[in-house]
């Protein structure tokens, strides 16, 4: 399995921006479908969005539609760019990875992805 190591998180002011990174141990372009996470204390891990292997294909969580962009290189990289952050957006972020190619019918569940991250912290608080 490839292996997913996240950074980035933080402490920020509500309205404020942050970008998460998700580094992989080999190439993803192509191979991996990606997704990004999170857990919020109390919580259940929901999704947050997830860009196909190739980049063409973008999902986002209704909740933060219209505030944060995800995409990803050729090579190892995908990001998560959150604008106008919220208190309620605080959690543990997570990268995730699937093989590339599959139906999207299921790319907002866990199940679908085999790889996962240890995990960003991002905190939200005035």
């Known amino acids: 399995q490839v292996q997913l190591v996240e950074s980035g998180g933080g402490l920020v002011q509500p309205g404020d921006s942050l970008t998460l990174s998700c580094v992989a141990s080999?190439?993803?372009?192509?191979?991996?479908?990606m997704g990004w996470f999170r857990r919020a204390p109390g919580k259940d891990r929901e999704f947050v969005a997830s860009?196909?292997?190739?980049?063409?294909?973008t999902y986002f969580a209704d909740s933060v539609k219209g505030r944060f962009g995800i995409s990803r290189d050729y090579d190892k990289n995908t990001y998560l760019e959150m604008h106008s952050l919220k208190p309620e957006d605080a959690a543990v972020y997570y990268c995730?990875?699937?093989?590339?190619?599959?139906?999207?019918?299921?790319?907002?569940?866990?199940?679908?992805?085999?790889?996962w991250g240890q995990g960003t912290q991002v905190t939200v608080s005035s």
């Open positions: 860009i196909s292997g190739n980049g063409g294909r």
């Open positions: 995730a990875a699937r093989g590339a190619g599959r139906d999207d019918t299921y790319y907002f569940s866990r199940a679908e992805y085999e790889s």
């Open positions: 080999e190439r993803t372009w192509l191979k991996y479908d």
